[in-house]
Structures are given as structure tokens and as C-alpha cells.
């Protein structure tokens, strides 16, 4: 195709401007997919799939997930950790990101383990075909349900506070045991105090947290532990937050986890695991600046070897869970334009058939997406307009100001960045059924998560014999 235009002026300047392979980019560095591609008809591409030829097939909103990137930041965060680190390392998908079959189970094949935070997201990863010995499951007000549930599949528990510890204790006086037939595998998980530049709501590490035991009360929850023949300390963890751009706070967390886990030895717990969470933000803009999944990798491993060596600690197996910048740049969500309101002088409104049902982040954290026409990527963006949802609620605007070529309805729209935490924050707000989502690579897509439909939403409804005669 001839560019008759420099790329800043139209959708193309949304494609990767690295000179690299796409194997060697990082995705989180990325607004599209790495195999995101414009064909000679002037239209978007993933996986080899033309987004409105899958619109077409699949239907509108539709999530498109493409594997080559999930894929790409599976295998970068695990062998930059196997090259950075000299000791065992796991790394974990944290699956609150989006928690379904197909994902998990690509997490998986690509070595990695699975983080998860109800009886909903074990049994996803268990489905999937991760190894029990591979979930972490995590939260801070787990259910005796869930606890029995992740302790009989033989899972690790990442204890949060002291319910957490006294309900394990108990289920080894009760006698509920281990799939291994072995004691509880407990890690303990601490607020490390260590702030973050991101949103508040999304802070973790700083001492005013609903996770972890507070740092003070360590010594009382590892002697408690060293009391309890069912149960088995595997070792620490803190987690600082998410969407985070500087490499500092992960400098800092390893030697303070690291501290933590001196403790957990004097008080002769043989814990030799630890897990520094996950956090690494990804591009959202253009002027979104995260660091690479390698520099991140390299960043905690040196961290972590050099806190061992000050406390003279044999390296213990680190583990980390990324959630966000594993899955986060893997998917668009494609949306069809509909109605479109010019208040002259004042702004005009383009809306598409979803908005904050499939996408809650912007009306939750103020989060800023891109967008791009699908059919013309080469086309000027001659237009200022706010792509609206479909909701009752005027916040339910998933971006404002955003600059696209001429659209009117019936134009497929991309809004790109939308695999983390997108589809597993989604809701019926509306009773708007959920999007379906695709899986596309080498020009093949299958459906991972079927478009709900009304019936679906109905089926839990039961109206009482007394209304039914109402009328
Ligand atoms: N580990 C723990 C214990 C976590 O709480 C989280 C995220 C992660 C790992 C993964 O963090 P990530 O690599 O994805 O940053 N809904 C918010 C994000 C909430 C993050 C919750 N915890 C959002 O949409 O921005």
C-alpha cells in the first residue's frame, strides 16, 4: 500500500514503530498486537484475521484475543527469568486479568503456573489443565469453601491474615488433608510498605491495605506457624500494585521480602520460596512509557540475588504474577458505531454498542484507551469525538476527544489494550449480555467465551407464584 501521509496523521501510527522481529518486542510496550497488520484493502488485521470480516462472523462487541502475543509475554517474562536468575524461578499468571479456559490454559502450555482468588478462578486454572502444584491462591477473606476446595486439590495457600491461618489450623484437627497427603503448603503474604505512583485504587503495598499481615505482627504469625504440624510454610509475599512504570519499588520489595524470609527461617520454618507479585504496566497511549518485560525480569532477579547476598541466604525459588502486562496488549475489542450526536460548538458523540458493561476501567480508574477505525487506518483523523457506551449513565463514556478519520454508523471501531481485566470485570449492567470473545492466529479464530444472550440472563430470575398472577 502506498502511504500517501506520514503515520501520525492517520490510524497507522497505532502499528509497532520498533525496527524488531515482533518475537523480540515487548508487548506491554505495544498499543496492538504484535501481529496487528493493515491489508490492502486499508483494513485491520490480528492474527491474520480481518477484524471486520470476524465482526461479520462473530458479531459486535466482540473481545479478539490473539495468541502469538499472549504467547510472546508468556515465554518473555519465563526466560528472562531462567536467563536473570541463577536460582529456581516460577512465574505465575495472575489470572484475576482474565480468568477462562483458553487463557489459562495458553499460560500453561507455556510453562507458566496460575495465580488465582476464588473457588471460580481454581476451578477455571484446574479445567484448563494447570498443575495443582502450579495454583496460588490468593484473597483476603477466602471462604472455609474455598479453603477446603484449594487445599484438597492440593493447591498452595497464600495465607492473608489471621482467618486464613486459623481456619487451615483447624481443617488439620479436622483432618482435611492435602491432595499430596502432605501438611498445607502456606505462603505468608505481608503489606511490605513500599508506595507506588499509581492509581489508588490499585495501590497494595503501602501499610494501609485490606491484603496481607501487617509487617509487625510477622513474628507472631511464624511461630504460629512453626506450631502447626499441618501446616507448612513455603515462603513470602507482597505485591506493591499494578500498572506501575518504575522499576524502583520492585528494587526495593526483594530486599524486604527477602528480610522477610530470614525471619521465617529463625523461627526454623524451612520456607524457601518467594514471590514478589506483579505490577509491570503496559501502553495504553502513546505516551504511555512502561518498561520492558526483560528489563522488569533482569531488574527483580539482580534485586533479588543482591539481597541474598547482604543476608548471606541461599536463593530460594522466586517466584513472580503478572497479570496485566501478560495479557493486557494481547487483545482489541472491536465495537460497531451506531448513533452520533453533534452539539456544535460543544462535542460530538459517537456511540457504539458497548461501553462500561465490557469495559469498566474508564469509568472506574479515569483509564485512557486508543482508538482506530478498522476499515481505514490509512484515512486523516479529521475528527474530534467522544466514543460513548451504550449504558443509562452519562459517565459511561469509554473515550474522550479521541481523533478518528469521518465514521458514521455501522463503522467498525478498535479499542485496543483491553485484555487485562476488561472481560473479567465485565457485567450485565442494563441487562446487556457480555461479548463474545475469539482467539485468532494465522488466520483462524475460534471462539473462547460465547456471546451471552438474553436467555442467559434470565436464567437465575424466578418470579414468585404470588406475581406471576399480577397484572
Ligand atoms: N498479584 C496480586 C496479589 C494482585 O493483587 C495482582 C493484581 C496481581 C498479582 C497482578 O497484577 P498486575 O500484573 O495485573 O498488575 N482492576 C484493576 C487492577 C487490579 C489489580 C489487582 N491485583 C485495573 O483494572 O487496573
Same mark, same amino acid.
Given at each position: 500500500?502506498?502511504?500517501?501521509?506520514?503515520?501520525?496523521? $492517520?490510524?497507522?501510527?497505532?502499528?509497532?514503530? @520498533?525496527?524488531?522481529?515482533?518475537?523480540?518486542?515487548?508487548?506491554?510496550?505495544?498499543?496492538?498486537?504484535?501481529?496487528?497488520?493493515?491489508?490492502?484493502?486499508?483494513?485491520?488485521?490480528?492474527?491474520?484475521?480481518?477484524?471486520?470480516?470476524?465482526?461479520?462472523?462473530?458479531?459486535?462487541?466482540?473481545?479478539?484475543?490473539?495468541?502469538?502475543?499472549?504467547?510472546?509475554?508468556?515465554?518473555?517474562?519465563?526466560?528472562?527469568?531462567?536467563?536473570?536468575?541463577?536460582?529456581?524461578?516460577?512465574?505465575?499468571?495472575?489470572?484475576?486479568?482474565? $480468568?477462562?479456559?483458553?487463557?489459562?490454559?495458553?499460560?500453561?502450555?507455556?510453562?507458566?503456573?496460575?495465580?488465582?482468588?476464588?473457588?471460580?478462578?481454581?476451578?477455571?486454572?484446574?479445567?484448563?489443565?494447570?498443575?495443582?502444584?502450579?495454583?496460588?491462591?490468593?484473597?483476603?477473606?477466602?471462604?472455609?469453601?474455598?479453603?477446603?476446595?484449594?487445599?484438597?486439590?492440593?493447591?498452595?495457600?497464600?495465607? +492473608?491474615?489471621?482467618?486464613?491461618?486459623?481456619?487451615?489450623?483447624?481443617?488439620?484437627?479436622?483432618?482435611?488433608?492435602?491432595?499430596?497427603?502432605?501438611?498445607?503448603?502456606?505462603?505468608?503474604?505481608?503489606?511490605?510498605?513500599?508506595?507506588?505512583?499509581?492509581?489508588?485504587?490499585?495501590?497494595?503495598?503501602?501499610? +494501609? $491495605?485490606?491484603?496481607?499481615?501487617?509487617?509487625?505482627?510477622?513474628?507472631?504469625?511464624?511461630?504460629?506457624?512453626?506450631?502447626?504440624?499441618?501446616?507448612?510454610?513455603?515462603?513470602?509475599?507482597?505485591?506493591?500494585?499494578?500498572?506501575?512504570?518504575?522499576?524502583?519499588?520492585?528494587?526495593?520489595?526483594?530486599?524486604?521480602?527477602?528480610?522477610?524470609?530470614?525471619?521465617?527461617?529463625?523461627?526454623?520454618?524451612?520456607?524457601?520460596?518467594?514471590?514478589?507479585?506483579?505490577?509491570?504496566?503496559?501502553?495504553?497511549?502513546?505516551?504511555?512509557?512502561?518498561?520492558?518485560?526483560?528489563?522488569?525480569? %533482569?531488574?527483580?532477579?539482580?534485586?533479588?540475588?543482591?539481597?541474598? +547476598? %547482604?543476608?548471606?541466604?541461599?536463593?530460594?525459588?522466586?517466584?513472580?504474577?503478572?497479570?496485566?502486562?501478560?495479557?493486557?496488549?494481547?487483545?482489541?475489542?472491536?465495537?460497531?458505531?451506531?448513533?452520533?450526536?453533534?452539539?456544535?460548538?460543544? #462535542?460530538?458523540?459517537?456511540?457504539?454498542?458497548?461501553?462500561? @458493561?465490557?469495559?469498566?476501567?474508564?469509568?472506574?480508574?479515569?483509564?485512557?484507551?486508543?482508538?482506530?477505525?478498522?476499515?481505514?487506518? $490509512?484515512?486523516?483523523?479529521?475528527?474530534?469525538?467522544?466514543?460513548?457506551?451504550?449504558?443509562?449513565?452519562?459517565?459511561?463514556?469509554?473515550?474522550?476527544?479521541?481523533?478518528?478519520?469521518?465514521?458514521?454508523?455501522?463503522?467498525?471501531?478498535?479499542?485496543?489494550?483491553?485484555?487485562?481485566?476488561?472481560?473479567?470485570?465485565?457485567?450485565?449492567?442494563?441487562?446487556?449480555?457480555?461479548?463474545?470473545?475469539?482467539?485468532? #492466529?494465522?488466520?483462524?479464530?475460534?471462539?473462547?467465551?460465547? %456471546?451471552?444472550?438474553?436467555? +442467559?440472563?434470565?436464567?437465575?430470575?424466578?418470579?414468585?407464584?404470588?406475581?406471576?398472577?399480577?397484572?
Amino acid at each position: 500500500m502506498v502511504l500517501t501521509q506520514s503515520r501520525g496523521e $492517520s490510524g497507522l501510527q497505532y502499528l509497532s514503530e @520498533s525496527k524488531e522481529a515482533p518475537q523480540s518486542r515487548s508487548p506491554n510496550q505495544e498499543l496492538l498486537p504484535l501481529t496487528a497488520s493493515v491489508n490492502s484493502s486499508d483494513r485491520l488485521e490480528i492474527g491474520g484475521c480481518e477484524v471486520t470480516a470476524l465482526v461479520e462472523k462473530f458479531g459486535s462487541p466482540l473481545y479478539i484475543l490473539d495468541e502469538e502475543t499472549l504467547r510472546a509475554t508468556s515465554s518473555q517474562y519465563r526466560d528472562a527469568f531462567e536467563r536473570y536468575y541463577p536460582g529456581e524461578s516460577q512465574v505465575l499468571y495472575a489470572s484475576k486479568a482474565w $480468568s477462562c479456559l483458553a487463557v489459562c490454559a495458553i499460560a500453561a502450555s507455556e510453562g507458566l503456573g496460575i495465580d488465582v482468588v476464588s473457588a471460580g478462578e481454581i476451578r477455571t486454572a484446574l479445567q484448563a489443565g494447570v498443575s495443582f502444584d502450579k495454583i496460588y491462591f490468593h484473597g483476603n477473606n477466602k471462604s472455609r469453601e474455598e479453603l477446603k476446595l484449594s487445599v484438597e486439590s492440593g493447591c498452595t495457600i497464600v495465607a +492473608d491474615n489471621w482467618h486464613d491461618l486459623e481456619t487451615l489450623a483447624d481443617f488439620g484437627k479436622l483432618g482435611v488433608s492435602s491432595k499430596t497427603g502432605g501438611p498445607i503448603r502456606v505462603m505468608v503474604r505481608f503489606t511490605p510498605g513500599i508506595e507506588c505512583h499509581t492509581h489508588d485504587y490499585i495501590k497494595t503495598g503501602q501499610i +494501609d $491495605s485490606k491484603f496481607g499481615f501487617d509487617p509487625n505482627s510477622l513474628d507472631r504469625v511464624f511461630q504460629f506457624i512453626s506450631e502447626q504440624p499441618s501446616l507448612y510454610c513455603v515462603g513470602v509475599h507482597a505485591h506493591i500494585g499494578s500498572q506501575i512504570f518504575e522499576l524502583q519499588p520492585h528494587d526495593d520489595l526483594a530486599f524486604v521480602i527477602i528480610g522477610a524470609l530470614t525471619k521465617a527461617q529463625s523461627y526454623g520454618l524451612s520456607a524457601t520460596e518467594i514471590n514478589i507479585g506483579g505490577g509491570l504496566g503496559i501502553r495504553y497511549t502513546k505516551t504511555d512509557d512502561p518498561p520492558s518485560i526483560e528489563d522488569w525480569a %533482569r531488574t527483580v532477579c539482580t534485586a533479588v540475588v543482591a539481597a541474598c +547476598d %547482604r543476608h548471606k541466604l541461599p536463593l530460594p525459588k522466586l517466584l513472580c504474577e503478572p497479570g496485566r502486562s501478560l495479557v493486557g496488549t494481547a487483545c482489541v475489542t472491536a465495537y460497531t458505531v451506531g448513533s452520533k450526536k453533534v452539539i456544535p460548538g460543544v #462535542r460530538t458523540y459517537l456511540s457504539v454498542d458497548g461501553g462500561m @458493561s465490557d469495559n469498566p476501567r474508564p469509568i472506574t480508574y479515569q483509564s485512557v484507551y486508543q482508538v482506530l477505525a478498522a476499515e481505514k487506518m $490509512s484515512a486523516p483523523l479529521t475528527e474530534t469525538v467522544t466514543i460513548a457506551g451504550k449504558h443509562c449513565e452519562s459517565g459511561d463514556i469509554l473515550i474522550k476527544d479521541a481523533k478518528l478519520p469521518e465514521c458514521q454508523a455501522g463503522d467498525i471501531l478498535v479499542v485496543t489494550a483491553t485484555g487485562a481485566y476488561n472481560y473479567s470485570m465485565s457485567s450485565n449492567y442494563n441487562r446487556v449480555p457480555r461479548p463474545a470473545a475469539v482467539l485468532v #492466529r494465522k488466520g483462524e479464530a475460534h471462539t473462547i467465551l460465547e %456471546r451471552e444472550t438474553d436467555e +442467559d440472563l434470565l436464567r437465575f430470575d424466578r418470579l414468585p407464584e404470588r406475581l406471576r398472577t399480577q397484572k
